[in-house]
């Protein structure tokens, strides 16, 4: 299903956020924000810690009602959407949590079948199938097939958390905080595994990170949530010219340095 929306101009805009208010209580965390995510772009989302990103990104899939400003995702404004629009942007859209979100009681691959039972009326040899083949993709091993969340390192559940992402092939996928929690070796063959999947598969990626080595690895361009807003969106190497103090202390400060000579 598409909209008349994403024809137009040359670019297709699957995300465009315009004048976006999100409050909690009183408390404000974002005013005025707008953010356009292309097709095919590879983005980092980067803030301060409770500047608000995993509250954008909640207002963009959904989880969120924004108290002003509008959410388009593929076209279609979130406030006004059908069930079956709903549905229709459920199976486009992959999301990666930050703790993964497995279900605990299910194996690897009944894990990864989820959204394929959920969402398809598939036979189960088939659903197995296209479960074992993600399984795969993100570079697990078959003996991890029939293992429980809690047998799996950090990485591996990750890793499945990208294989659910992936079961439905979406054309979105977003990530909050992929590579938290792993240790350098780990997060770099991580942001590999994203920036190869996203090419082979020409992924759109909306990407939560406080991880400048992921910026420098995979991202096309980065937008930062500061003021409540998106103070800027550009490629990193842009972004390190920028007069911004919380950018400057990001890129120019001391693990700022060490991200920009490890890339
Ligand atoms: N359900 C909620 N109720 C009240 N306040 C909330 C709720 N969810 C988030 N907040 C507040 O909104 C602000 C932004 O939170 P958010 O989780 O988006 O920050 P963040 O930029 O993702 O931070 P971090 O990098 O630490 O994960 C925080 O001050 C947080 O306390």
Redesign the pocket.
Known sequence: MSAPAEQSGTLERLIEVRGLL?Q??D?V?HENLDLDLERGEVLGVV????????????SIIGL?EPEGGTVRIFGHERSGMTKAQEADIERRTGILF?QGALFSSLSVIDNVASPLIEHTQLSKDVIRELAEMKIAMVGLKPEAHHLKPAELSGGMRKRVGLARALALDPELLFL??PTAGLDPIGAAAFDDLIRQLSNDLGLTVFM?T?DLDSLYAITDKVAV?ADKRIVAKAPVQELEQSDHPWIREYFLGPRGRAGKNAA
């Open positions: 999100s909690f209580g408390r965390i803030g301060g810690s409770g500047a608000g990103k995993t509250v954008l990104l909640n969120k930050q909050d905080e939560i406080h949530v």
